[in-house]
Structure formats: C-alpha cells, structure tokens
C-alpha cells in the first residue's frame, strides 16, 4: 500500500517530469569538464546553475565557495534545528567526451533513444549518469519534498567541481568547514544498481593510486633505419617495463602490494555471488571472446574485492596519417591501480614508483609523476541508515536491494568518515551498460524519475527511523 508522502511524491513528479528532464538537458549542455583548462568558463557556469536551480528548489541560501581549483556549491535548508541532517554529496564536473567522433550524437547535445536496457528511453550525453543525472535527481527529490510540504529533515548540499580530477580541493574544504557540513549522514548517488529488476546498494568501493610514467631515450627522434637495434627505443622500453608489472597468474608483481590486503572469508566470498551474473552475457555484453584476471577469483570478486593494475592511456612517437620511420625519443602511459581494503593509496604509489624504477634498463631515463589518489571504504549493512535506503527501494521498486562491492572508486567516502566521522549511504541508480567515462555515456528515463522518488522516501524513512 502506497503511503501518502509516496502518493504525493509520485503526483509532483508526474506532474513536473517534463521540466525536470529539460532541467538536467540544460545542465548536460554545459561542458564542464574538469580535466582540460579550456572548459574552465563551462565549470563555473554549471557550478552556478546548480546554485541558482537550488534556490528555486526551495534551498535557504546557496553560494559558491572558492577554492585553488573549480568551485564548490553548498547550499542548506535548515527546517529546525531538533530534526536529522541529510548532508548530500555530488559533482558537477565530467570526464573528458574524447574521442567524439565515437559518439552517435554529439556529447554535449543531449537526446533520449530507446535501448534493450532503457525500454522507456535514454539521455545520452556526457555526465548524463556520472554525475549530473545522478546528483541532480537529488534537487529535484528536494523540490518534490518542498512542494509536498513532505520533507522531514534538514538538508545540505555539497556539489563539486572536481570529482574527475581526484577531488583535491575538497578534502581542504571538508577540513575548514567542519561544522557548516555537521550532519548526521551523507547521501550520494554516483553508484549504480544491478538492473532495474534487481535493484542494489553499493557497500564497498576500491581505493585509486593513478600516475603518469615517462621514459626518455635518446636527446632526439632518431631514424629507425640508421640508429634502429643499436639504441634503446622508449616505447619498447616502456611496453617490456608494463608487461612485467603482472605475472603469468595475473598477479601483480610490485613487492609489498598484497601486504596489506584484506582477504574476505569463505562465507563473504559466497555471499557475493548471490547477485546475478552471467560471464558468457558479461563477455557477449563486451563484445570479447573470453574474460581473464587473477588466478583463483571469480569475475564478480575480480572487480570488487581484489586490486589491480591497469594502462588508461600509452603514446609516443609518430601516431599521424601514414608513415614516418622514426625512432622515438619519449614515451609516455598513464596507470591506474584500484586498491582495497586496507592498502593506502600513498603507499601503493611510492611502492609503485620504486619498483618501475627499477624495471628500467640501461639506455633510457625513466620518471614517476603520481596525479591523485583516494582510499577504499566498506559501508556497514546493519546501520540504521543502510535500513532507511533498503526500504525506500522496497516501498518504491517492490523488492529489497541487493548489497553489492563496487569495483569503481569514490575516494570522497573514506574522506568523509575520517574527517566528518560519517558513513555516506549510496544510493545510485546507473547501469554497467551506461558507458560512463565512455563515448555514447547514457541514463535511463526511468532511473532519474525512479531515482528521484526513491531519493524523497529514503528521507521519510530515515527520520522515522530517528524518532
């Protein structure tokens, strides 16, 4: 039986649905990639639309707080003092839309197609599921709440800016504004749920150490014929270098990297594969033959409880049309490893650094630059706040959610509970079949509307929880 708050959450969100996704349209418009200085003018310009759409929602202030890199957005509403605070948790700021000439429509230019997933439509554009869709499901679950005269809690608002570049001015941020951000839980959609018929909490998340590896060769590029098997070449340097950071049981190899790593049970290990997994549709879905990764783990732990190693990017010498017989002088890759419980990011990177210093061989010179960082983190499944999301999925999709390990990283939730001393709850809606951080990104219809009410009555649940 529908409650009331759900009856009139439900009507509002009918009512309005129309201009809540021209709304997040104008929103995806906005090219506000964090990573490229050029888009700089499009971040701040999205970080004051979601100022200016949070005051309309109903917010009490909103401002813009500066910082060395992209700004943050806070904003509150402050219903009374007595009552619990929801402290939300979101970005702004996208990947990259590169290369463009993949997509099938321009990336910023967002239009809604039907898929086998998304039956009833889906946005495509950059940032329509990471994170725009996702966090601005959350002002418009608040407007709902406002204009419902439903909303149970006090609530504040973090938006940032720089979630895809690591996020390193908002641990600054976090540290001087203890008490603006006083909460009693922190709420983030930036997840993603197993399917639309299997819904699903996220309670555990891998940590990130990314760096960027440069060897560099001879003072120039050389003629291949003249100088070719006399002098060492940097991009077969550097494939020799790669290839040896795994062994032949897909383990890595950098002395010291499992020290630390916790190793789940039996019990926890069998408890993970309750949730629905198929390798040859996981392998058809990616169009490979077959899967691979470290002896001894199924896929499902493979990308959720075990860390890795992985190339994001590799180039030198000549990439251009047709060919040019050269020998380069540099070349380059960015690396990524996703840790786990209880390595630390730091420690990985300088672990990291040493050991591919001394892969190198006579004839080149090699560096080691880290980007960012972030810890792993594990949510508890008995809180009364993990109980408060569980039945707004029950109340709002019909069946309880699955808790499930993410093998992503969101290097904010270890922030936030060491500095804040606060789980988050995240409750995100996406898809695997999403292509977020790819070309073609997409967000159903269904899970932004889905998302927006279920949002609404995990607040109802929580403070009646609280009482």
């Known amino acids: ?5 759900q009856s009139a959450h439900q009507t509002y969100i009918k009512q309005h649905q129309d201009r809540f996704l021209g709304e997040l349209f104008d929103l995806l418009r906005i090219p506000s990639v964090s990573a490229d200085p050029k888009f700089a003018p499009d971040v701040r ?9 949070l005051l309309e929602a109903g917010a009490d202030s909103a401002t813009i707080h500066e910082t060395n890199g992209h700004p943050i957005v806070y904003g509150e509403r402050i219903q009374d003092p007595a009552l619990p605070t929801v402290l ?21 230019e967002p239009v809604v197609r039907q898929t086998k997933e998304h039956p009833e439509g889906a946005i495509f554009a950059r940032g329509a599921c990471d994170d725009k869709g996702q966090a601005y499901m959350h002002v418009k679950a608040f407007e709902t709440m406002m204009q419902s005269g439903t909303l149970p809690c006090n609530v504040k608002f973090m938006i940032e800016g720089e979630e895809e570049v ?16 006083a909460a009693d839980v922190i709420l983030i959609s930036d997840t993603g749920i197993i399917s639309n018929t299997t819904p699903s909490i996220t309670v555990g998340l891998r940590g990130m150490s990314y760096v960027e590896v440069e060897v560099v060769g001879p003072n120039r590029d050389l003629h291949s014929g003249r100088y070719g098997g006399a002098v060492a070449n940097p991009i077969n340097v550097l494939c020799n270098m790669i290839a040896r950071l795994h062994d032949e049981k897909g383990r890595i190899t950098i002395p010291g990297f499992y020290d630390k790593v916790t190793n789940l049970s039996l019990d926890d290990r069998k408890a993970m594969h309750e949730v629905p997994h198929n390798d040859d549709e996981f392998a058809a879905d990616l169009g490979v033959d077959g899967l691979q ?6 896929t499902i732990e493979r990308v959720g409880i075990r860390p890795t190693l992985d190339v994001n990017g590799i180039w030198g010498g000549y990439i251009g049309e047709g060919a040019k017989t050269v020998l380069p002088s540099k070349a380059y890759a960015k690396i990524s490893m996703r840790l786990v419980p209880d390595q630390n990011s730091d420690e990985v990177t300088d672990m990291f650094a040493k050991h591919f210093l001394s892969l190198a061989p006579k004839g080149v010179k090699v560096a080691v630059r880290p ?5 792993p983190a594990v949510i508890p499944t008995d809180s009364l706040e993990y109980r408060a999301a569980s039945a707004a999925f029950e109340e709002c999709w019909g069946k309880a959610p699955v808790p499930t390990r993410d093998g992503g990283s969101i290097p904010i939730v270890s922030l936030f509970q060491r500095e804040l001393g606060l789980d988050s709850v995240l409750l995100g809606f996406g898809l695997d079949s999403d292509n977020i951080h790819s070309p073609n990104e997409k967000y159903g219809v269904f899970n932004y509307l889905k998302g927006i009410e279920t949002i609404a009555s995990f607040y109802q649940h929580y403070a009646g929880m609280k009482k």
Request: hydrophobic share 25%; aromatic share 12%; no cysteine.
């Open 1 to 5: 039986m529908k409650t009331t708050s």
């Open 45 to 53: 310009r999205a970080a004051e639309y979601i100022r200016q759409r």
């Open 88 to 108: 939300v948790y979101g970005h702004y700021d996208v990947q990259p839309a590169d290369p463009y000439e993949l997509w099938d429509s321009p990336p910023f």
């Open 166 to 181: 690591g996020s390193d001015n908002l641990e600054i941020f976090v540290q001087n504004n203890k008490d603006l951000l």
């Open 293 to 298: 990764g470290e002896e001894g783990y199924t």
């Open 371 to 375: 980007h960012h960082g972030g810890e």
